[in-house]
């Protein structure tokens, strides 16, 4: 008989603790991301969730714990990640155009002294076609709307075709043609083998899209498909017993 061979999973995060300002933000977090996955990340505000992408991102240094990128020390491979922060983390104010910007998601790959080449150039015109900006391409961001600042932060990121994508709150504000644009955006690149970690505030959209709900509260609370996860002890645990009912209702969990 021949032994089955376990998949190497895009992302794998073991035992990090991360402190901040003298103050355990994460504690022992395992988490794991496969090939094609896409994991919702879910957790009240200040459970951790960003401190983690920025882990895995390797602008915190944890104390414990390792985080690896298809089996390999993720420091020697931060390249492949791509990142959208939140809107507020980017400067829309800065005299760029949207062709511009997402260029700069390229600047690891090309170099602070190196000029864009061909593929580079490749790589953004598929990122702003993915996104549906093509046509919007010379148009300074500070004039973009709300939607529009969101579909290029995804092209920046794309625009790296990263094999791990780390989207933060990446829904939040947009109006409901921008949602499902990148939400069939998200399910398209899963289907083509991309990974994505999610973190999101809409509950029901995350057990729409996720292959997975990740429940993080410093540490992780639960673990699983969004069906397994209805246990109203689970939810209470992460979230406490004073938004408890309606965010078992919105998953549709009966006590």
């Given at each position: 008989?021949?032994?089955?061979?376990?998949?190497?999973?895009?992302?794998?995060?073991?035992?990090?603790?991360?402190?901040?300002?003298?103050?355990?933000?994460?504690?022992?977090?395992?988490?794991?991301?496969?090939?094609?996955?896409?994991?919702?990340?879910?957790?009240?505000?200040?459970?951790?969730?960003?401190?983690?992408?920025?882990?895995?991102?390797?602008?915190?240094?944890?104390?414990?714990?390792?985080?690896?990128?298809?089996?390999?020390?993720?420091?020697?491979?931060?390249?492949?990640?791509?990142?959208?922060?939140?809107?507020?983390?980017?400067?829309?104010?800065?005299?760029?155009?949207?062709?511009?910007?997402?260029?700069?998601?390229?600047?690891?790959?090309?170099?602070?002294?190196?000029?864009?080449?061909?593929?580079?150039?490749?790589?953004?015109?598929?990122?702003?076609?993915?996104?549906?900006?093509?046509?919007?391409?010379?148009?300074?961001?500070?004039?973009?709307?709300?939607?529009?600042?969101?579909?290029?932060?995804?092209?920046?990121?794309?625009?790296?075709?990263?094999?791990?994508?780390?989207?933060d709150e990446p829904f939040t504000g947009l109006d409901v043609p921008t949602q499902e644009l990148l939400t069939a955006l998200f399910l398209q690149l899963r289907g083509n083998g991309r990974a994505l970690l999610m973190t999101t505030h809409d509950l029901p959209a995350a057990?729409?899209?996720?292959?997975?709900?990740?429940?993080?509260?410093?540490?992780?609370?639960?673990?699983?498909?969004?069906?397994?996860?209805?246990?109203?002890?689970?939810?209470?645990?992460?979230?406490?017993?004073?938004?408890?009912?309606?965010?078992?209702?919105?998953?549709?969990?009966?006590?």
């Amino acid at each position: 008989m021949t032994a089955s061979i376990t998949p190497i999973p895009a992302l794998d995060v073991r035992g990090l603790t991360v402190e901040l300002g003298g103050r355990l933000a994460l504690v022992d977090i395992d988490l794991t991301v496969g090939t094609g996955e896409l994991v919702g990340l879910i957790g009240p505000n200040g459970a951790g969730k960003t401190t983690l992408l920025r882990a895995v991102l390797g602008l915190l240094t944890p104390q414990t714990g390792t985080v690896l990128l298809d089996g390999r020390p993720a420091a020697r491979q931060r390249g492949t990640i791509g990142y959208v922060p939140q809107r507020h983390e980017f400067a829309w104010d800065f005299p760029l155009s949207v062709e511009s910007a997402v260029l700069t998601g390229r600047t690891h790959r090309i170099g602070w002294l190196r000029r864009p080449g061909a593929a580079d150039r490749e790589a953004v015109e598929e990122a702003l076609e993915l996104v549906a900006m093509t046509a919007l391409r010379h148009r300074p961001i500070g004039e973009l709307s709300g939607g529009q600042r969101q579909r290029v932060l995804v092209a920046r990121a794309l625009a790296l075709r990263p094999t791990l994508l780390l989207l933060d709150e990446p829904f939040t504000g947009l109006d409901v043609p921008t949602q499902e644009l990148l939400t069939a955006l998200f399910l398209q690149l899963r289907g083509n083998g991309r990974a994505l970690l999610m973190t999101t505030h809409d509950l029901p959209a995350a057990a729409d899209m996720a292959g997975r709900i990740c429940l993080l509260n410093r540490t992780v609370i639960a673990d699983g498909p969004p069906e397994t996860l209805r246990d109203p002890a689970v939810w209470l645990r992460a979230f406490g017993v004073a938004r408890s009912d309606q965010l078992l209702t919105s998953l549709g969990v009966t006590r």
